[in-house]
């Protein structure tokens, strides 16, 4: 078709393409996974997508075109569980993701101490101690006191936080303090005063005193950390374990225009994943609530609500079916005593609202399984994608009971990367190959019912890192974990792109490159499908474009790798 021969009416202009993309290596995730060459996008959607020459004759004499030059494209990537909200917070925090001794972790600590006002808090961006620190341990209570005499401490690291004596203070924690139910503050084994790491619900102790975010502080972290994903090539999120103060913000930035993430979220209407309340509040919450998950519009939604039942692989508490290697006794943590857990499972579904729970060891995905079933037995979840979160140390049957309920997993595979050799020190080294088992996973389950995400902060947000674990089984170290899960590129983009999109039941509008979806798009630095494996982890996003409008362009590519893009989450 060319114009104007095929326009010659008043208003054809609303026909012509507003952007033509040319001589591009585009993969559009598509059912044939097609590559094609071009695509045109008008009104934030694709209307054409083929080769460059049929494409190019829908121009109108106002149409951009753009050469790609042999770039190629993906689809807008979709990271499956991140905690979006935290990617706001690198400039308001001490950075301990590049340290690696105890001695440096404290150096940092007293440098960003020293730059506040007496009293002031000291907040952490999450981190890994025991996977980064040569030490292999948490900070304690005395060397916190010591790196910040004058303020008080906090460091979340994910599922355990670590204080110092000002912040326990604040917050009321003695020695005569009982642990919370779901928590444990740790203490000194000699003197049994707490040492400064609480763990679980005992967080919340603390977290509840810290000062709140202005709404316009929030919404400003909102839009720095929506930008930081698009920089990955990200267009759209799960937002995983989001209160409802950081809900509201992202209303507000939706409402205000502002927003370059698709968003849905994960509600934990308490702020933690064990609800602080009573199964008959609970109860009366969702009666009240008025909406049912999977509520929304394209650019925000609720896609369920967030539990969680146990720890982790690297935190040594993750519910093992088997007892821990050194310990045959210990199975590790479970969150929510499994009665409470069933009923708050059973309440959401009942008043229309798809759950999601972080589990990892197999004796948690146990637990969720057996909810999920008495759930459906009352009201049916079968096409409702209810979702395991993490679902690290799955077992083959666990995935046969999972398909039989129509429940989705969403795993993290790039948690290999930097942690595969902490999980074989607390687990083994063939539990630690059988993390993350995506080979077994996608042949068992099918691999619309899996998705992949990064648990950012817990681990790096580049995806094509994750995607190079997926791949190759390897981290970041070179060494291989689980040679016998590994996956097809193809299937690692897919996991990112028209897989994932099917958690938020998005799959007909984003998730590949099609006439008629969004045309959300990332171009980038490499060809995936043909550049050496190792080579896969060092592709950047060089331009990423959302609903037609590019939100990111990096500046340069050259020098840019890996683990220098890692450094920076």
């Not at 007892?323 to 309440?347: H, K, Q, S």
């Not at 994608?385 to 140390?393: D, K, Q, W």
Request: with cysteine; hydrophobic share 40%.
């Amino acid at each position: 078709m060319k114009w104007p021969d095929k326009c010659e009416k008043a208003g054809c202009r609303d026909a012509w393409p507003d952007t033509i993309f040319l001589n591009g290596n585009i993969i559009t995730a598509d059912a044939a996974f097609r590559v094609v060459r071009a695509v045109a996008i008008r009104g934030g959607r694709f209307v054409s997508v083929g080769e460059t020459g049929e494409v190019r004759e829908t121009a109108g004499p106002l149409t951009e075109i753009i050469d790609l030059k042999g770039k190629t494209v993906l689809p807008g990537l979709i990271d499956t569980h991140a905690h979006v909200e935290r990617a706001g917070l690198l400039k308001s925090t001490v950075q301990l993701n590049d340290v690696a001794t105890v001695s440096q972790a404290l150096d940092r600590i007293r440098e960003y101490a020293e730059n506040l006002p007496n009293g002031g808090w000291v907040r952490g961006a999450e981190w890994h101690p025991i996977a980064q620190l040569r030490e292999k341990r948490f900070l304690t209570r005395e060397e916190l006191d010591r790196a910040a005499p004058h303020n008080p401490v906090c460091l979340p690291i994910g599922h355990f936080t670590m204080v110092n004596s000002s912040a326990m203070a604040m917050a009321g924690i003695t020695r005569e303090t009982v642990d919370p139910e779901g928590g444990v503050i740790h203490r000194d084994g000699a003197t049994g005063e707490p040492n400064g790491t609480l763990e679980e619900a005992a967080e919340n102790l603390v977290h509840a005193v810290l000062p709140q975010w202005s709404d316009d502080e929030r919404d400003q972290q909102l839009q720095h950390a929506m930008q930081y994903f698009n920089e990955f090539g990200l267009t759209s999120a799960i937002s995983a374990a989001v209160d409802p103060a950081t809900m509201r913000a992202h209303q507000r930035v939706r409402q205000a225009g502002k927003a370059t993430l698709r968003i849905s979220a994960m509600y934990a209407p308490t702020g933690g994943l064990n609800p602080s309340m009573t199964t008959d509040e609970w109860d009366l919450f969702f009666s009240r609530i008025g909406v049912a998950s999977d509520f929304g519009d394209d650019w925000l939604s609720f896609s369920g609500v967030k539990l969680q039942i146990d720890g982790g692989m690297t935190l040594r508490t993750a519910a093992m079916r088997d007892g821990y290697p050194d310990d045959p006794a210990y199975n590790g943590t479970i969150v929510i005593e499994p009665a409470r857990f069933n009923a708050l499972v059973a309440t959401a579904n009942r008043y229309g609202w798809r759950v999601g729970v972080h589990a990892v060891g197999d004796a948690a995905i146990d637990t969720v399984l057996d909810a999920y079933g008495r759930a459906n037995t009352e009201r049916s979840i079968k096409g409702r994608r209810f979702i395991i979160i993490h679902g690290s140390l799955m077992r083959p049957d666990q995935m046969e009971r999972a398909r039989q309920l129509d429940v989705r997993v969403d795993a993290q595979t790039t948690f290999l990367w930097e942690k595969a050799s902490t999980v074989a020190m607390f687990l083994g080294k063939e539990t630690a190959d059988r993390a993350f088992p995506m080979r077994t996973m996608i042949d068992v389950m099918g691999l619309d019912a899996v998705g992949q995400g990064t648990d950012y902060p817990i681990n790096s947000l580049n995806p094509f890192i994750n995607m190079y674990v997926m791949v190759t089984r390897r981290d970041r170290s070179g060494h291989t974990f689980g040679a016998a899960e590994k996956i097809s590129r193809e299937e690692a983009i897919r996991l990112y792109t028209s897989a994932a999109a099917r958690y938020s039941f998005s799959e007909r509008k984003t998730g590949s490159i099609e006439p008629g979806k969004y045309a959300d798009m990332a171009v980038i630095s490499d060809d995936i499908l043909s550049v050496p494996d190792d080579a896969i982890k060092d592709i950047v996003a060089i331009r990423t474009i959302v609903e037609g409008r590019t939100v990111f362009v990096r500046e340069t590519v050259t020098g840019i790798t890996s683990r220098e893009q890692d450094t920076r989450t």
